[in-house]
């Protein structure tokens, strides 16, 4: 029996443990071994960063990003990073996993992580991942599933109390309020020059750049909400709390035991040890609490958060009634609040939503409505008021917002002045408009609408972390006033003395003329948001963009892993550098797929698939989607059929000489192809190489033609698409005209085309009718036609290869 897993009935694998111990980064890596994926994040910014780290590894072609706020889907995603709540329940893929499931028992988002727990399954496997919390109820809603114990990777110590000024580098100090976190930032701006600041209400823009400055060791120190307890990487020594209690939305509460492990557990990364403690004008910490958070044990969950998903769209009163149903089983509580059903609950009284709501689709647009988050955390009646707003106008007229009112909720957030409150503010009001401009069919020009307010939102969030830099770096100021300036802008005096002028980019202190001034966080941002379209790589692998050159592919191990260079690294700060390598990583990972037709190898190379099967693929990943019949029967032959299947609807396919992926041989992948294995010999590619179909052999000096997509037939080098196109000819009965017509195209003269033929197990052109005309004792005609077939007549001159010296 096969061991792949499609010839396994579905399994649910429940992995529980304290942080730091690799189970996300296992589930991503178990997700990449199958066809298909969705894993579920409880953060957008966690979403992101996982998004990066698996486009990295398969290329962004093959991966969507979705959030409340942020889409990105390719045309033929395999692979969905989401957000919980975002999560396609729709959609049937191999694998899933949702990530930190002990919050099923959070008393306003809980509900969304039970359904998951219940309801969502992958059809091969599904991680469920977490603390070890909940074990028990794990076990008793899926007798079923297997349990893994997740142990930590390193130690964590209580280090008492400390003050601010005698906290070790790498440390985060963590408070549970914007001012309080500003305030503590403040503080040790002064006593150690400069920090970086995380809020969960931050644009992952804002935050990506904030972390990006601490990770590269721009600053050593970080302040933060617990927005860094849900999996952020981040390399810390040492946890803080400034406070042991917070608000949770409905009251002043000290925090759980296994809620400050959760953010504690932050410290130490990998196999480095961490330490964590409280700020001394804090009391110790209990000993019953540290030896909890150091033995990883706490009480188990003993009831999660449910809200029913059956849902009746007959009336309002119907989906409130349904809404409000109370759960069957003991085990669940049903949520006591939610902004949706209140939401609802105001707006099915109003009577002119109540005339309009008679049938399930209004009833359902207006629970689609009601699920519109509301990101400001305001007075909830402004809130409802744009509601119910919104509801009128999808259903009034052509059913679309109108496009004046959009614009006068929009174009007042299309402002990058103020201080940091205030752009906070508008970040919180603009991703409400993010959020609508993706709801399907509620706008007549949405992607315009979408782009706007992501342009808005990048404008604000590169704003927020200008302001937060000048706040609290003080080393980074002047930095972070910067300008990159197109080098199409009229330069500064002195400024092509700027190590930027040799990068194509123009560095001064003065903005320029509108359009042509950007930060170097906004330039980055540019080019980590960019799609795959947007930049340039030529032969030689040089990659540009916008016609900046940015960095270089250079020799790597093997043609399947080029290493990456930036133009220039030295004019980058820390945290940029770091972050545009990683978005080059994902663009290399693209083009090496590209040379490859698509194949997605690492699908096929899992442990779980069976041995041919990998060896297959492993052969197909090292020849670039190109290997010979020769190579492949064996393996092949062992293959079952589910799995021979399997391949080619990955597009593999038996040629006559090949096995190959038949986008392997488009004449993009050729020249990826070209590309990467002159990279790979630290050669430029022979002279016609990919575009002429032949070349002569001398052509290659010695070099391997199969390498570039060529094989070497008698005295020519005719690229493999060619070989098999003409191979297919020769052996289909009606292939006679394919052959002729390929001859003509490749002006091979007499003798060099009958050696091509022969070679390729066809006949020279007459020679069947010269041997039939023998054995009946007939001498040929003068003036016979020339035989139907591959021979046509070519002008004088024509041929550009010969048997002749």
């Known amino acids: 029996m096969s061991s792949s897993p499609s010839s396994r009935p579905s399994v649910v694998v429940a992995e529980l443990g304290p942080t730091n111990t690799g189970k996300t980064f296992r589930a991503i890596e178990r997700m990449l071994e199958h066809d298909s994926g969705i894993i579920g994040l409880p953060l957008r910014l966690l979403a992101r960063e996982v998004y990066d780290r698996v486009t990295a590894k398969v290329g962004e072609g093959r991966v969507a990003l979705m959030t409340g706020e942020e889409k990105r889907v390719p045309p033929r995603p395999d692979y969905w990073i989401c957000t919980v709540e975002a999560m396609p329940t729709d959609r049937e893929v191999d694998f899933l996993a949702v990530d930190e499931i002990q919050l099923a028992a959070h008393r306003e988002r809980g509900h969304v992580f039970t359904d998951r727990l219940l309801h969502a399954r992958g059809r091969k496997e599904t991680w469920f991942l977490g603390a070890d919390t909940m074990r028990p109820m794990v076990q008793a809603l899926i007798p079923h599933a297997s349990m893994k114990r997740a142990m930590r990777l390193s130690q964590l110590r209580y280090a008492g109390r400390r003050s601010l000024k005698s906290l070790p580098p790498r440390s985060a100090v963590v408070a549970f309020s914007a001012d309080r976190v500003y305030e503590l930032a403040e503080s040790l701006r002064r006593l150690r020059g400069g920090?970086?600041?995380?809020?969960?209400?931050?644009?992952?823009?804002?935050?990506?750049?904030?972390?990006?400055?601490?990770?590269?060791?721009?600053?050593?120190?970080?302040?933060?909400?617990?927005?860094?307890?849900?999996?952020?990487?981040?390399?810390?020594?040492?946890?803080?709390?400034?406070?042991?209690?917070?608000?949770?939305?409905?009251?002043?509460?000290?925090?759980?035991?296994?809620?400050?492990?959760?953010?504690?557990?932050?410290?130490?990364?990998?196999?480095?040890?961490?330490?964590?403690?409280?700020?001394?004008?804090?009391?110790?910490?209990?000993?019953?609490?540290?030896?909890?958070?150091?033995?990883?044990?706490?009480?188990?969950?003993?009831?999660?958060?449910?809200?029913?998903?059956?849902?009746?769209?007959?009336?309002?009163?119907?989906?409130?009634?349904?809404?409000?149903?109370?759960?069957?089983?003991?085990?669940?509580?049903?949520?006591?609040?939610?902004?949706?059903?209140?939401?609802?609950?105001?707006?099915?009284?109003?009577?002119?939503?109540?005339?309009?709501?008679?049938?399930?689709?209004?009833?359902?647009?207006?629970?689609?409505?009601?699920?519109?988050?509301?990101?400001?955390?305001?007075?909830?009646?402004?809130?409802?008021?744009?509601?119910?707003?919104?509801?009128?106008?999808?259903?009034?007229?052509?059913?679309?917002?109108?496009?004046?009112?959009?614009?006068?909720?929009?174009?007042?957030?299309?402002?990058?002045?103020?201080?940091?409150?205030?752009?906070?503010?508008?970040?919180?009001?603009?991703?409400?408009?993010?959020?609508?401009?993706?709801?399907?069919?509620?706008?007549?020009?949405?992607?315009?609408?979408?782009?706007?307010?992501?342009?808005?939102?990048?404008?604000?969030?590169?704003?927020?972390?200008?302001?937060?830099?000048?706040?609290?770096?003080?080393?980074a100021a002047r930095r972070s006033a910067r300008r990159f300036v197109r080098a199409s802008a009229q330069p500064q005096a002195g400024a092509s003395d700027s190590p930027f002028a040799k990068l194509g980019l123009l560095l001064t202190e003065v903005p320029g003329a509108e359009g042509a001034v950007m930060t170097e966080e906004q330039f980055v941002q540019r080019v980590v948001d960019a799609t795959h379209d947007a930049f340039e790589v030529d032969a030689a692998g040089r990659i540009s963009f916008e016609a900046q050159p940015l960095a270089r592919l250079v020799r790597g191990r093997d043609r399947r892993s080029p290493q990456l260079a930036l133009a220039e690294p030295e004019v980058w700060t820390g945290g940029a550098r770091q972050r545009l390598e990683r978005r080059l990583v994902a663009l290399a990972r693209d083009l090496v797929t590209e040379a490859m037709g698509g194949f997605p190898a690492e699908s096929f190379t899992g442990a779980s698939r069976s041995p041919a099967t990998r060896a297959v693929a492993y052969q197909l990943a090292e020849g670039l989607g190109v290997i010979s019949q020769a190579e492949a029967r064996e393996q092949w032959r062992l293959l079952d059929e589910e799995s021979r299947e399997r391949l080619k609807a990955q597009g593999v396919h038996e040629g006559q000489r090949y096995l190959y992926v038949t986008q392997?041989?488009?004449?993009?992948?050729?020249?990826?192809?070209?590309?990467?294995?002159?990279?790979?010999?630290?050669?430029?590619?022979?002279?016609?190489?990919?575009?002429?179909?032949?070349?002569?052999?001398?052509?290659?000096?010695?070099?391997?033609?199969?390498?570039?997509?060529?094989?070497?037939?008698?005295?020519?080098?005719?690229?493999?698409?060619?070989?098999?196109?003409?191979?297919?000819?020769?052996?289909?009965?009606?292939?006679?005209?394919?052959?002729?017509?390929?001859?003509?195209?490749?002006?091979?003269?007499?003798?060099?085309?009958?050696?091509?033929?022969?070679?390729?197990?066809?006949?020279?052109?007459?020679?069947?009718?010269?041997?039939?005309?023998?054995?009946?004792?007939?001498?040929?005609?003068?003036?016979?036609?020339?035989?139907?077939?591959?021979?046509?007549?070519?002008?004088?001159?024509?041929?550009?290869?010969?048997?002749?010296?």
């Open 195 to 475: 920090v970086a600041v995380v809020l969960g209400a931050l644009s992952p823009r804002t935050r990506n750049a904030q972390v990006a400055m601490y990770q590269s060791g721009e600053v050593q120190y970080l302040v933060a909400t617990d927005a860094i307890g849900m999996g952020l990487n981040l390399d810390l020594n040492h946890v803080a709390f400034a406070t042991l209690s917070k608000y949770d939305g409905a009251e002043q509460r000290d925090l759980y035991p296994d809620e400050l492990a959760q953010i504690a557990g932050r410290a130490g990364r990998h196999l480095n040890d961490g330490s964590f403690g409280a700020l001394n004008t804090l009391p110790e910490l209990p000993p019953r609490i540290v030896s909890a958070i150091e033995t990883h044990r706490f009480p188990a969950v003993r009831s999660l958060i449910w809200r029913n998903s059956s849902l009746d769209f007959a009336s309002p009163e119907a989906l409130l009634d349904s809404l409000s149903r109370a759960p069957r089983d003991s085990a669940f509580v049903r949520v006591e609040r939610a902004d949706d059903f209140d939401a609802l609950k105001g707006l099915s009284a109003v009577p002119a939503i109540r005339e309009l709501t008679t049938d399930k689709a209004s009833v359902e647009l207006l629970w689609q409505v009601c699920q519109v988050p509301d990101f400001r955390k305001g007075l909830f009646g402004q809130h409802v008021a744009l509601l119910r707003e919104t509801f009128l106008q999808l259903t009034a007229g052509d059913g679309k917002l109108d496009p004046t009112w959009l614009g006068r909720q929009v174009s007042p957030l299309d402002d990058a002045s103020g201080d940091i409150h205030t752009l906070m503010d508008r970040l919180a009001a603009i991703r409400i408009w993010t959020y609508i401009s993706h709801r399907p069919g509620w706008l007549s020009d949405a992607e315009a609408w979408q782009e706007r307010t992501r342009r808005i939102e990048d404008a604000l969030g590169d704003a927020l972390h200008e302001r937060l830099v000048e706040r609290f770096v003080q080393r």
């Open 664 to 805: 392997a041989l488009s004449p993009q992948a050729l020249e990826r192809r070209a590309m990467l294995t002159a990279l790979f010999q630290q050669a430029p590619s022979p002279q016609g190489i990919p575009q002429e179909p032949a070349l002569n052999v001398s052509v290659l000096a010695g070099r391997s033609a199969r390498a570039f997509g060529y094989e070497v037939i008698g005295p020519v080098a005719l690229r493999i698409d060619i070989v098999e196109r003409l191979g297919e000819g020769l052996r289909n009965p009606q292939g006679a005209k394919q052959v002729h017509a390929l001859m003509q195209q490749l002006r091979l003269d007499g003798g060099v085309r009958a050696q091509v033929l022969r070679a390729l197990g066809g006949q020279p052109q007459g020679a069947a009718s010269k041997r039939r005309r023998r054995r009946r004792g007939r001498k040929p005609s003068a003036t016979a036609p020339e035989p139907s077939g591959v021979r046509g007549r070519e002008p004088a001159g024509s041929s550009r290869f010969t048997d002749r010296p």
